[in-house]
């Protein structure tokens, strides 16, 4: 679960942003450098998916500066720290582009002490699937082809909304770059319908809302939460499954050690194999497309 931040440190962030826009207000420009300074437009996205999603939308857009606040190889915002740099980092933006869905949620604080920052939530209007016991509805949107393409647009469209001097641009760049979503989601479904087995292990609960676009069926999760190893219960649980089912392959995630699919492996015979949830990798404009499609790969080998 995502660990709420300390109170002693919300308290010492918060009085932090009041410094610095109190500083920030404090200050004098010299009456030429007012009519000539040009001030860009500064985008901090929350985590590597958002970052994905809007350096495509921004691509070209004169004045604009994207900015990833956590680094690449984060991964998931499960158990994030927000740290002093985050809180200079956003204090210095005028847009937060968020995936929501409760992924940020240990952030509202600190968000709501920054009233000129206008936020994008990505997942708005996207149906949600529910979490595990009482975790609430699963944040992994992204890892829906459809659900990215959605993502696009709304990111998109509040950009445009927001900055409409360059929605022109925003509208050009985000139809391009769906346009490349939908083929390569038409290219993934044409090859995993045909694969023989539909039943997946997976390492966490990242991939419901893929699996449910290319109807996968979720036998098993290895680790509920990414770091908690399951108890010896839970393995003997998989196992079974894994045996009982002819299950040849459990996909673990590059983010994360892999012990525990490992030590099923070794009782079942079975595979085990990457799918990328897409939380870190290259800050390029073609990495989701890459990262899919070698998640497509991969699945038409191991499920022949």
């Not at 437009?41 to 590597?48: D, G, P």
């Not at 495509?56 to 604009?64: E, L, S």
């Not at 894994?242 to 892999?258: C, D, M, R, T």
Request: charged share 20%; with cysteine.
């Amino acid at each position: 679960m995502r660990k709420p931040l300390s109170l002693l440190l919300i308290v010492i962030l918060i009085a932090g942003v009041a410094i610095y826009i109190s500083a920030c207000n404090g200050q004098t420009t010299p009456a030429s450098e007012k009519t000539t300074a040009v001030k860009p437009l500064t985008i901090v996205t929350s985590f590597y998916p958002m970052h994905i999603a809007t350096i495509n939308i921004t691509k070209d857009v004169p004045g604009v500066e994207v900015v990833n606040m956590s680094q690449p190889t984060t991964g998931c915002l499960h158990d994030y720290q927000f740290t002093p740099d985050d809180l200079k980092t956003l204090s210095e933006a005028q847009i937060f582009v968020i995936n929501g869905a409760g992924m940020e949620t240990f952030m509202d604080k600190v968000v709501s002490q920054l009233p000129a920052l206008k936020v994008v939530e990505a997942s708005r209007g996207i149906p949600l699937i529910n979490g595990y016991g009482e975790e609430g509805a699963n944040p992994h949107l992204w890892v829906s082809i459809s659900n990215a393409i959605q993502q696009e647009k709304n990111i998109g469209l509040q950009l445009a909304t927001l900055d409409p001097e360059h929605a022109t641009l925003y509208n050009a760049n985000t139809t391009t770059y769906v346009g490349k979503l939908e083929e390569l989601r038409a290219r993934m479904r044409q090859t995993l319908d045909g694969v023989e087995k539909r039943d997946i292990i997976t390492f966490h609960e990242a991939f419901p809302y893929f699996a449910k676009e290319f109807n996968l069926n979720i036998a098993a999760v290895i680790e509920r939460e990414p770091g908690s190893e399951p108890s010896a219960a839970e393995l003997a649980d998989t196992i079974a499954i894994v045996k009982q089912s002819g299950i040849n392959a459990l996909f673990v995630e590059p983010q994360y050690p892999a012990r525990a699919a490992k030590t099923i492996a070794n009782e079942t015979g079975a595979k085990v194999l990457i799918l990328d949830p897409v939380v870190s990798g290259p800050m390029e404009a073609d990495a989701y497309l890459n990262i899919m499609e070698g998640n497509m790969k991969t699945l038409q080998e191991a499920m022949k």
